[in-house]
């Protein structure tokens, strides 16, 4: 028997034969002639190789093999008519759910703190698997399920994947508190007369820019240190003499420990999105995600 070449529809006649075990009223309940009724009897009596229903005194009774079909019949029908109804909205205060993101060190720094917060207070069985973006396997990740949503600059987004813009990010310079070679102002002689940190985060273009930036003023900077991620700065800045450029939302968070300045040369900033498969666009549990980042990406930095 070939599952490709039986007609589904077999199994509901199948389903309303064994529950009437009256060929015309399983009709009625099928909405056909009685003789189109028999007709699929009769097909499903060559399918299954078994008569199925049997005429007696006191109507037809089912033999041993239909007796067998009644319960995986029915539950494969409940199942196809799960399948095709509308999906139920996703109750989040009581879902068990595991939703899975790709992001930059600093996305998760900006952002999944407070997601964590908003899940235990809204949802409470719903757990987070956070994994370190790979720009160029995220799509392919994403396609296969592994990702879920992925977070980071736009800029960045594969071809083919939806995006949705969650907030825009400065670009600041940064040094620690007292720092001896910087006054009120970051003068463009001093930025370039400093040590530098330089973030190249892969795929990213955040240092390239600044050097770009600065070549084009017929500048560069003195690079100390190369690193590839954000959150190492900081704390480096914090004990050295050493500047570098971070998104603003990182760099506030560290406000006691070190002094902000606008750049002293024109950069652009960028926007941190969410991005997702065609798999993932009409998942209600993903809708609600995107939504709730979007809400907290709103809400003004601490």
Not at 46 to 58: H, K, N, Q, T
Not at 122 to 142: C, F, I, N, T, Y
Not at 153 to 182: C, F, K, T, W
Not at 264 to 287: C, K, M, S, Y
């Amino acid at each position: 028997m070939d599952i490709r070449n039986i007609d589904l529809n077999l199994l509901v006649a199948l389903d309303a034969l064994l529950a009437e075990r009256n060929v015309s009223r399983a009709a009625v309940r099928l909405h056909l002639s009685q003789p189109a009724a028999s007709a699929l009897l009769a097909r499903l009596r060559e399918l299954f190789g078994d008569p199925l229903l049997l005429r007696s005194a006191r109507g037809m009774l089912p033999t041993p093999r239909a007796l067998e079909l009644l319960g995986p019949v029915r539950r494969v029908l409940d199942e196809i008519d799960a399948i095709v109804q509308p999906r139920a909205a996703f109750d989040a205060a009581s879902a068990e759910h595991t939703f899975r993101l790709s992001s930059s060190d600093y996305v998760e720094y900006a952002l999944v703190p407070k997601l964590v917060d908003y899940l235990e207070r809204k949802a409470p069985g719903v757990r987070l698997e956070v994994s370190a973006l790979d720009l160029p396997l995220v799509a392919k990740q994403m396609e296969s399920g592994d990702v879920d949503l992925c977070i980071t600059g736009l800029q960045n987004a594969p071809a083919g994947l939806h995006v949705r813009p969650l907030y825009m990010e400065r670009i600041v310079s940064v040094v620690r508190r007292d720092h001896p070679g910087v006054g009120a102002h970051l003068t463009l002689d001093t930025f370039c007369s400093l040590e530098h940190i330089r973030v190249s985060v892969p795929g990213s273009g955040f240092s390239t820019q600044i050097d770009g930036a600065l070549a084009a003023l017929g500048r560069k900077r003195r690079v100390r240190l190369s690193v590839p991620h954000f959150l190492l700065v900081p704390e480096i800045l914090a004990r050295s003499d050493m500047i570098s450029a971070l998104p603003e939302r990182l760099a506030r968070g560290y406000a006691k420990k070190l002094r902000i300045f606008e750049p002293p040369l024109d950069l652009e900033g960028f926007t941190v999105g969410e991005i997702w498969h065609e798999r993932n666009e009409r998942d209600p549990a993903q809708q609600w995600l995107r939504d709730a980042l979007l809400e907290l990406a709103s809400r003004p930095p601490k």
